[in-house]
């Protein structure tokens, strides 16, 4: 459930991705591009874009270390997999009663 979830969510986050990086910057570059056409004060406007680039700069590296941690258990967990394939097969074949039925 755990592996599905972190699957899930590395799908989420692909997707907000792609959306920031196609429109949400790209409405940002238009709005600092267009300043003299805007009535937003600038100053402030930009002031609120660093504390959001900030922030989300640290959402990122939290982010970053929850995927990599991730990463190595999912890694880690498919390794055991690997190496029980055939185990209950082989502890079946030494003494049928070390494996318990379901």
């Given at each position: 459930?755990a592996a599905k979830e972190y699957f899930d969510y590395e799908d989420f986050i692909f997707n907000e991705d792609q959306w920031m990086?196609?429109?949400?910057?790209?409405?940002?570059?238009?709005?600092?591009?267009?300043?003299?056409?805007?009535?937003?004060?600038?100053?402030?406007?930009?002031?609120?874009?660093?504390?959001?680039?900030?922030?989300?700069?640290?959402?990122?590296?939290?982010?970053?270390?929850?995927?990599?941690?991730?990463?190595?258990?999912?890694?880690?967990?498919?390794?055991?997999?690997?190496?029980?394939?055939?185990?209950?097969?082989?502890?079946?074949?030494?003494?049928?009663?070390?494996?318990?039925?379901?």
């Amino acid at each position: 459930m755990a592996a599905k979830e972190y699957f899930d969510y590395e799908d989420f986050i692909f997707n907000e991705d792609q959306w920031m990086m196609e429109v949400a910057f790209p409405l940002f570059d238009e709005i600092s591009n267009r300043y003299g056409e805007c009535s937003v004060d600038l100053v402030s406007f930009d002031c609120d874009l660093n504390d959001l680039e900030t922030v989300l700069a640290f959402v990122k590296k939290e982010e970053g270390c929850y995927l990599a941690d991730m990463d190595n258990l999912v890694g880690a967990f498919s390794a055991v997999n690997y190496e029980l394939d055939g185990f209950e097969e082989q502890v079946s074949g030494f003494d049928e009663s070390l494996v318990q039925k379901s």
